[in-house]
Every structure is written in C-alpha cells, then in structure tokens.
C-alpha cells in the first residue's frame, strides 16, 4: 500500500468488534455500531515529526470522525489528529 496522509492525519485501519457477548448471544450485523478503535496504518510527516502517535499504535477516535476510502480492497479511514482521543497502551 502506498498512501502517504497530509496535514496533521493519519491513516487507520478500525479494529474488529466481537461479535458475541460475554455470555454467548450472537449480534448480528445490522446491530453493530462501528468500532471506535482503530490501528494507525500511516501517518504524515508533521504527525512524525510530533511523535505523538507512530504506526502500529492502537487508538481511539471520536464518533463521526474521519474520511472512509478504499486501498487495494480493503477498508480504511483518514483520520485528522484532532479527532484523536487517546492512544491505548
């Protein structure tokens, strides 16, 4: 994949939700909301250069945020910095 975000975004792919309960009932599809968790794909220049955030990491986004695209078949969102919550650990 070559994609190089501008700006102050980052690309991410969105981390799978479970797709059961904690006590076996399946959800189905049309049930789910999309996850808020995501790992970040690539990232900017001026991202890099803050050193906030790094490829691989895991974060969560707000709601609402973000730009959907497709990449060679598969599904990713741009996301700006500022939408951004936080970086799991």
Known sequence: MNFQPLGQRV????????????????????????PLTATVKAISKEVEEEGNIAVEDK??????????ITL??????????????GVLK
Do not use: C, M, Q
């Open 11 to 34: 690309l991410v792919e969105r981390l799978e939700e479970p797709t059961t309960t904690a006590t076996g009932i399946i959800i189905p599809d049309n049930a789910k909301e999309k």
């Open 59 to 68: 974060i969560v986004f707000a709601k609402y945020s973000g730009t959907d």
């Open 72 to 85: 060679e078949g598969k599904e990713y969102l741009v996301l700006n910095t500022d939408d951004i919550l």
